[in-house]
């Protein structure tokens, strides 16, 4: 979809801010151009739609040489989010939604249809906000108006230079969540730049990790964290890259499904001599619809006098969903102190068991099987 | 805005008034002031001096101050604003009296003087109105694909143009109260009548003319700055309410 062919950018000073770059990004992809500032990322970026101009390569737009295109067409048909969002603070939030629609001729009525849909996609209510004005918003909905203004004309590529770089890490954390649910749904094709690595790992399918104009490594997140290519990549995910990457792995990829349990109106006897035959000092108990409820531990079926399960129940326990990534389970497991966790469906149905010993597996695994990721155990 | 609104209905109507009453009740022995006609014909040619120096200022000076903005020009915005602020620092007394050893005197010598600073305002103002827009905001104009000729329309202008009616505002302030002294190279307007009044001490003159020079400047600034709001973007106007 885009392809950079020997990219280079150098200004008539003389200072190199990109040299060399080679990159293919595939349709549909969500490619984080990553780097401490000053590593060329934007001049990269910017180059894709001719808001710089290129000093050599060449750059191909679904197969098109951007130079052979002219430069508002171009622009106009690629979406474009900056951090400093540069709303139009005179137009409403529906006029400037709008921008690109009525630049290419739409008409005013298909317009304001256009911004109300994408209102509705950015979870802004249209009738609300349609007639508002820029100064009239908060910091984090003026940051998703931004968005919907560089979907504006659906365009099929997206340029997004740290379009959350601006706002508390709190909102900033939800509008990720937001926009990747987006993406899920409208499939762009997307360069996306960023100098937080957390950010990368998050958002990206693919990171380009660039270093003084440089292209240093082009990979998957998982990658990227089990591969590193160098020290300077290594230096740049950090030290605590083995957590990073368990941020990518959700727990139903690690967890052992269908896991032994018990319903919570068995025979104590019964579910006492269950366990001994398995060898576990814990069971996990379900009510009627398989609805995890809680665990019972094997001391208090042998000392304490109890007639039924519900009475030995200990309730108020740690769980993750299935979607969790490893590191937020690990940090339950932690929290709650244990070394198993039931990992539940949205209705609370269990689905499977995660131990201590998953997670350790998987991470091995992941440095080892080359793009790890979806390492599955058993 | 309304607090100012009545303030400047008081003082006109003041100033009207004692104008008023000076001309028909202020005669002291075989001291008289001047006639309501001459009163008349006073203001008239007061209000063509600022009117047409005005319009010059406004037509040289918006047009230049928008040019120097444009990427080819934009080397000269720097020194053309510098310009302009040292020579608002010019007493317009000394612009007055510098101009008439190469114009002479009367009217059209008065007209070049008030011209040249009524222009500094204006010409600062359009400049300093595009150059203040937030740079992000001309970015994502740009990356959005509108050509130069549609940012300069639909965004620099509208967002600039509160700030260029203010400067439009300034100068004609500025060059009403200027406008008396060009009656020094004898270029008529309420200033003779000043002069007048100076020349054989008599204060009732003296009052009449400046009076209704300043019921005239309050006057054009309630009108200008009335205009400007209405120029100013809904937008923007939120925007000051809540900075």
């Known amino acids: 979809m885009i392809e950079l062919e020997g990219v280079s950018k150098v200004y008539p000073d003389g200072t190199e801010a990109v040299n060399d770059i080679d990159l293919n990004i595939g349709e549909g992809e969500l490619c984080v151009l990553l780097g401490p500032s000053g590593c060329g990322k934007t001049t990269t970026m910017k180059m894709i739609n001719r808001l710089i101009p290129i000093s050599g390569g060449r750059i191909y737009i679904d197969g098109t040489d951007n130079q052979e295109l002219n430069e508002n067409e171009l622009r106009r048909n690629i979406g474009y989010a900056i951090q400093e969002i540069g709303l139009f603070p005179h137009m409403t939030v529906a006029e400037n939604i709008a921008t690109v629609p009525s630049l290419k001729g739409w008409g005013k009525e298909k317009g304001r249809e256009r911004a109300a849909e994408l209102l509705d996609l950015i979870g802004m209510d249209p009738e609300e906000h349609m007639e508002r004005y820029p100064a009239e918003l908060s910091g984090g909905q003026r940051q998703r108006v931004g968005v919907a203004r560089s979907l504006g004309a659906d365009p099929p590529i997206m340029l997004m230079d740290e379009p959350f770089g601006a706002i508390d890490p709190i909102t900033r954390d939800r509008l990720q969540d937001e926009f990747l649910k987006i993406q899920a749904e409208i499939q762009k094709t997307i360069v996306f730049v960023t100098h937080d690595i957390n950010e990368a790992i998050k958002m990206g399918t693919k990171i380009a990790l660039m270093k003084d104009g440089e292209l240093v490594q082009y990979s998957s997140p998982a990658e990227l964290l089990s591969q590193p290519k160098s020290q300077f990549v290594r230096d740049f995910v950090g030290a605590d890259r083995t957590l990073k990457s368990m941020r990518l792995i959700q727990a139903k990829e690690a967890m052992k499904p269908s896991p032994i349990s018990v319903h919570r109106d068995s025979d104590v006897d019964h579910v006492h001599e269950r366990m001994k035959e398995e060898g576990v000092e814990y069971l996990m108990v379900t009510d009627e619809e398989d609805r995890f409820i809680g665990w019972v531990e094997i001391w208090d079926l042998e000392t304490n006098e109890v007639d039924s399960i519900t009475e030995a129940l200990r309730e108020d326990v740690g769980s993750v969903n299935l979607e969790t990534p490893l590191s937020d389970a690990l940090s339950v497991m932690l929290e709650e102190d244990v070394a198993n966790i039931p990992v539940l469906e949205e209705d609370g149905k269990l689905e499977g068991i995660l131990t201590f010993n998953d997670l350790q597996q998987v991470i091995g695994e992941t440095y080892t099987e080359k793009g790890g990721g979806s390492a599955i155990p058993g | ?243």
């Open chain 2, 1 to 243: 805005m309304t607090g100012k609104r009545i303030m400047s209905f008081v003082l006109i109507f003041v100033m009207v008034g004692l104008t008023i009453y000076y001309t028909f009740y202020g005669a002291q022995g075989w001291y008289s002031p001047a006639t309501g006609q001459e009163m008349l014909l006073r203001t008239w040619e007061h209000l063509k001096l600022v009117g047409i120096a005005e319009l010059l200022a406004i037509g040289v000076g918006i047009s230049g101050g928008l040019l120097i903005t444009r990427p080819g020009l934009k080397f000269l915005a720097t020194p053309v604003t510098a310009i302009a602020n040292v020579g608002l620092a010019i007493p317009p007394l000394a612009l007055v009296a510098g101009v008439s050893p190469f114009f002479g005197i009367g009217p059209r010598p008065g007209i070049i003087a008030l011209f040249i600073y009524s222009l500094l305002p204006v010409l600062r103002n359009a400049t300093v109105g595009i150059e203040d827009i937030d740079r992000s905001v001309i970015e994502s104009a740009r990356g959005m694909g509108m050509s130069k000729f549609q940012i300069f329309r639909k965004i620099e202008l509208p967002l600039a143009l509160p700030v260029i009616v203010a400067g439009i505002r300034t100068s004609t302030i500025l060059c009403v109260g200027t406008a008396a002294i060009a009656a020094l190279i004898n270029a008529g307007g309420l200033g003779q009548i000043i002069m007048r009044g100076q020349s054989v001490n008599f204060v009732a003159l003296m009052l009449q003319g400046a009076l209704l020079t300043a019921a005239l400047a309050v006057t054009l600034d309630l009108l200008l700055s009335e205009t400007e709001h209405a120029l100013t973007p809904r937008g923007l106007q939120l925007n000051k309410e809540t900075e």
